[in-house]
């Protein structure tokens, strides 16, 4: 087992709330792209409005300059972000300076916002004609909640957006300096989450795809569970020499990446207590670059 990359930063990442985000924007785009008309800007509704307006926002996995310019502009316009905790620090410095920021994260074996809570909390605030950002870590399509959060805004009759992100598979194969696709070996990703509503291990897993040689399969929430998955994909033949990579507070001045095998990290993480997010990519990863 190796660790290959372990950042620390000297001092502390100072939040300045008080600092808006100004973009800096090229003023020779139309030079580069001639044959293009410069687009519009979007036009979000007027916060006047009696029904305001949610932008559901990817923030990446933490480090700041993996946010978008889209979510930028929705966090610099906003009045009202409500966010989790693994999108906050650094990235809240891009919200408005007069934006009200709301804590609604959620954190395995932590006290956290109920669900039911966050969904009556967006609609409210909308409801008053505010222009909302819901601030989700990752992108906000991968195991965070959307759904239900967009079944409570359509009930409501509240119009919304979806932005997009980088998600933390996309950053931790990238700190790691490998691809998640091979074009002999690996010709299929696939994203699962080692926990299910309870917070134990899916009972319906689909073993003969998990553990499929050619694919690389990242696993969300995975750490207290692994053990049992490894268990696993062991029993439905994959090798326990099969290359895994597991990543720690991606995106994070404490982040760590530690290339291993199923078996290594097997046995590292029996019983360890889980104090950071991480997640687990396994397969045949390009651990020979």
Known sequence: MTVIAQLSFNGRIRHRRGESFKP??????????????????????????????????????????????????RLSRA?????DDLASGPVLDHAHPQAELIAVGKRAGRPSARQDHVNALLVEQA????????LKSGDAGFFGRLEEELVALAAAGIAFEIVPG??????????????????????????????????????DIHWAAIADPAVTTVVFMGQRSFPELAAGLRAHGMPGDTPA????????????????TIDGLDRMLQ????????LIIYGPLAFDI
Do not use: M
């Open 24 to 73: 800096r924007h090229c003023l020779k785009r139309q030079e580069w792209y001639s044959w293009k008309p410069r687009p519009k800007a979007l036009a979000l509704p007027d916060p006047a409005t009696p029904t305001g307006f949610v932008s559901l926002v990817s923030a990446g996995p933490g480090d700041p300059e993996l946010l978008t310019l889209k979510a930028a502009n």
């Open 79 to 83: 009045e009202v972000v409500l966010y």
């Open 127 to 134: 409801l008053a004609g505010r222009r909302v950002v819901r």
């Open 166 to 203: 980088v998600t933390s598979a996309s950053a931790a194969a990238a700190a790691a300096g490998i691809p998640l696709t091979r074009r002999l070996t690996a010709r299929r990703v696939q994203f699962i989450t080692g926990a299910d509503v309870t917070g134990q291990l899916p009972g």
């Open 245 to 260: 990579l597991f990543a720690e507070s991606v995106g994070h001045p404490h982040q760590r990446l530690i290339r291993t």
């Open 271 to 278: 019983g360890a207590a889980v104090t950071q997010p991480g």
